[in-house]
């Protein structure tokens, strides 16, 4: 083999084996099995009062607005 078709050999094998990792974690989740992925449990955050309360003091450090209509100043009174 030629030194271009060992880097195309290569190339394509890189190609194909990304392609295969890449689709590895697709799937279809079936409507009987989306209220297990909607539990309490399978939440990033669990607890949404202290994610909120955590919210609200970063974006009043920040003085930026919390990704809703309201724009909050520094001081934190929104």
């Given at each position: 083999m030629k030194a271009p078709d060992k880097i195309r050999t290569a190339t394509r094998?890189?190609?194909?084996a990304g392609i295969l990792l890449l689709s590895g974690?697709?799937?279809v989740?079936?409507?009987?099995?989306r209220g297990?992925?909607?539990e309490a449990r399978m939440a990033f955050e669990t607890?949404?009062?202290?994610?909120?309360?955590?919210?609200h003091v970063?974006?009043?450090k920040e003085g930026s607005s919390s990704g809703s209509a309201v724009t909050g100043g520094g001081c934190g009174c929104n």
């Open positions: 094998f890189a190609l194909i974690a697709c799937t989740v079936k409507p009987w099995e297990q992925l909607a607890d949404g009062l202290e994610t909120a309360m955590n919210d970063y974006y009043s």
